[in-house]
């Protein structure tokens, strides 16, 4: 999620919409928990919310670094999908799902809260650094450690070697699971007696309880196994414990059953490494480990060795919410649909997704790992009600549904949610898919899951990455109907978020302007194509596989940072029905992308639809009950959105929408399809048709100029020569000479419905190719088509002013980047309060004042002089040589320095 400088596109009649730009405060108080708003100063104590981990719910998912224990401990034990169990009695523990090893069992106060999620649960806006310098860690004293390798094995020897096959980086430990021959990971079942962890090891069922003790001040950890149909020797490795004699860790093996016996022993290892072997049985083998500062045996005929009974229901408070009902008289209204956050665990609510069941029941997701059934998310919204599902996940981004069952994406894999004691509350969460490898890497998020028309996922993962290269980072992904294998489809992607076309499968995504990527593209992503992103740190000499052009480029001021795409297929939507819906994150909006297949290859046409949104729109779905959209999302950093985190109905009000149907590049000009009829007059005067068109550059900096078609910089105008107006009154083409394929093109439209009402909007395009104008094939009076120049009547002129400047900083975004009152959370760049006229220290060491040479210099070339604190930054600031007028930066230098 990111965000850098807009700016402004210039014209001399659509409207200019000042949006309100608010800092993002890291502090809640009550009444901003009420409302979603952001308010107060950095007070972090002061937060609503309880903690992030609960202490009623037995895990969590999130990574665990602990590679620097100390010298006695493995320095490899890194473990990138992990389930860190609450156990009670400050025991906690962490287990491997892709090694199926317990990775660390450990006393004391659980883990650092460092994660994306954790970090900011409370404290809103606050970043975590890209890479894997700054991970989760344990907090207290370990007592066991494993390395990284299996933590079940096969054969005659047990070996600390890691078998899975690297990828392009050896040097990544996130390789994905094992081969399914060693095992795999099944599911974790909730209990009345906490956690059962499910797997398979070498052609074993194997089912693992975790359970802590106490005895005084003393605490135990018991492992408690049931293996069944053991087809050859297997070896448990429980670890290493600390040889330090200060702290009397003991281990002890507990066999369930006399028979048994002979089945399990303990094997000394000379480098202390405590393991066991497992010989063949075709009978159930049962036993216990016990890990503490005191030896506390397992009891007799442990009855939760054969009992899976679920627990008792944790939240079954339901939280009631009205929404409240857009009374705006356009085609299509936002319904506000506040969220639950006044609620009995004072949980945090940070919604990613939403999905909806046959009957018009809502799953909804949140960042934080908790997932939520809505409702009365129908008709007059007049009772929403909130009900907690479950809760553990790790930085879950999006969910579906399929077959009415929930599987939901996050950085673990995609988990199939069940409830089978029907309590309204997940018992199982089942394994579906681990098909594909994750790393540690704080950016490589599980950005979106959608489902395709054969039962399969399409799944797009976060690209970013600051130390290592991961196999299936900023890829999107196949994941076959039944989970076991995965393939790669598109690779190359910064942040892709996605669409899938319910019917024809088409898939769909958006990314982020960066190094080689000159601004926001929308891709059809289809044939292992590459799409052009590099990590900061890989070679920027050459690419390495051709770029795939996208469907479309938008202006990076239009949409800085895309987000998901929805079809509205099935929906009762009017004239959107089965149109694409595009997202837009920084300056919250949302986009009506209309197609354009004439040609030989797809292109399509971006036009706003709203920007009535307080929070920053992530995904959407269309309910399959009342037929309307719904659309979520959050932030954490890089939006100008007034919310944290909000949902709203867009509901179609049967009043005529003046968006357009089609917008088609042609030959001789572009062809404009509406649904209402025109005014005549108006629609057939080619001075209220604006156009200009650009292009832009792949290159190993941030983005990108603009470029004239003779390679100058900045924008070309293009003026109308003539309009026409097609018989039935509803399409105009617009008659332009010199019609080009080129990256971007901008055409604007001043126009009246026939009966008074005027509107006034802009589409973005890419044009691949021109196809052929036959007016009388399109509706129109057999014509030809008058290409003679006309003189353009545009007059662009620049307030020079400080409200000149403050009017186009909020209206290009950058105050989502910028603050100017000393606030730097949820900021990407540094403050403009003092900024102009100090010092600056530059990537090297060299020290400048930010004078006005110095400002211009970054503006129109940002890479010339980098400052230092900046220089391992994440995201980046693109040029706006050739975008913004000497005027307009004039305008904006006034207002940095009135931001004292």
Known sequence: MYCALSCLFRGDFWPRHCLLSCSLATSLLTAAAQSGHLSGTRAVAQSPWADFVEKDFPFISSVLDARKLGPQWPTNNLTPRGLILNLGNDCWACFDTDLLRMSAIWHGEGITMVGMASGSYRDPGAKVPEGQQKLPQIIGTPWIANGLYPGWQTGEQAVEIDPRQPGQDQREIGRGPLPESLGQFQAIRLTQRGVCLEYSAGGASIREWVESRNAGAERSVQQWFRLENVPQTLWLMLGYKPSNPELPVQTALSVHHAAHKAVVEEVKDPSGLIKYRIAPSTKPVEFAVTVGTVSLMPGKNEPRLSSDVPPDARWPQVVTANARL?????????????????????????????????????????????????TGLHEGLAEVRWKRFTSGLHEPLSLCVRDDELFVFDRNGIWRLRDNDRNDEADVHEMFSNAFAQTAETREYANGMKLAPDGS?????????????????????????????????????????????????????????????????????????????????????????SIADPLTWIPHPVNASGAGQVWLTDARMGTLNDALIHLGYTRPEMFLVRMNGRGTRP???????????????????????????????????????????????????????????EIAPMDKGILLRFDVALDPKKATDPANYSIERWNYRRTASYGSPHFKLDGSTGQEWMTASSAYLSKDGKNVFVGIPDMRSVMQMRIGWALVMRGGTGFEQNAYLTVHELTRFEPTTEGFEALAVDLTPRVSQVAVATEVSVHEGKRLAELMGCLACHSTDGVTVGKVGPTWKGLFGSERVLKGGKKVIADEAYFRESILDPTVKVVKEYEKSDTGMPSYAGVLSDAQIEALLLYIKASK
Not at 338 to 364: E, H, S, Y
Request: proline letters at 7%; zero cysteines; glycine letters at 10%.
């Open 326 to 374: 857009a009374t705006a008289h356009e085609a299509f209204v936002l319904d506000d649909i506040p969220l639950p956050l006044q609620n009995p665990w004072r949980r945090n609510v940070r919604l990613a997704d939403i999905a909806f069941f046959r009957d018009g029941r809502a799953a909804t997701v949140t960042m934080d790992g908790d997932v939520w059934i809505i």
């Open 603 to 661: 292109q399509a046409a971006v036009i706003s639809l709203t920007r009535n949104l307080e929070f920053a729109p992530l995904n959407g779905a269309v309910n399959p009950r009342d037929g309307q959209l719904y659309v979520t999302g959050f932030q954490i950093w890089g939006s100008i959105a007034k919310k944290i985190s909000g949902l709203v109905r867009m509901r179609h009000t049967a009043l005529p929408s003046t968006s357009p149907r």
């Open 457 to 545: 996922f399409i799944i797009a993962k976060g690209g970013q990455q600051g130390s290592t290269l991961g196999q299936h980072n900023g890829t999107v992904m196949q994941v076959s109907p039944d989970g076991k294998s995965a393939k790669v489809i598109g690779w190359g992607l910064r942040q892709p978020f996605i669409g899938v076309h319910p019917k024809t499968g088409v898939v769909t995504a958006s990314d982020q302007q960066g190094h080689y990527v000159p601004t926001t593209p929308l891709h059809i992503i289809r044939d292992h194509q590459y799409y052009g992103f590099l990590a900061g740190f890989q070679p920027k000499e050459k690419y390495p596989a």
